[in-house]
């Protein structure tokens, strides 16, 4: 998007990662970025949600008016809560993530 046909209350260009098609009468709530990239994650061992395996889903977001990214980890069917996740705070749980793994793999 350039700046000559991107809306007026896009100040900013956007992020590369950015996949949005942005338009004027986007309302304040969403005027998101939002990332192409999403990964999902089936959780093998928690309870179903109706016929539904449970899925995480993490993604990339900015609020328009927000400092920076977002690392967003939320559950696709009717999840009641989001985690958004600064760089370093998604990166702290990576790393703890991974060393779980390592402790239940019994290869520490």
């Known amino acids: 998007m350039t700046s000559s046909n991107r809306p007026q209350w896009l100040t900013e ?7 949005t ?6 309302l304040p709530d969403d ?12 959780l093998t061992y928690a ?3 109706g016929d539904h395996r449970r899925v995480l889903l993490v ?9 920076g990214p977002r690392v967003v980890l ?5 999840g009641q809560e989001e985690l958004r996740l600064s ?15 390592t402790i239940a793999m019994d290869v520490v």
Do not use: M, N
Not at 21 to 26: A, C, F, K, N, Q
Not at 31 to 40: E, T
Not at 74 to 78: D, R
Not at 87 to 101: F, I, K, P, S
């Open 13 to 19: 260009p956007c992020p590369k990662w950015c996949a």
């Open 21 to 26: 098609t942005h338009r004027l009468d986007d």
């Open 31 to 42: 005027r998101l970025h939002f990332s192409a990239w999403l990964r999902p994650v089936a």
């Open 47 to 49: 309870p179903r949600v």
């Open 59 to 67: 993604y990339v977001e900015q609020h328009v008016d927000e400092d």
């Open 74 to 78: 939320t559950e696709e069917h009717g």
């Open 87 to 101: 760089a370093d705070e998604a990166c702290a749980l990576g790393a703890a993530l991974l060393h779980g793994r």
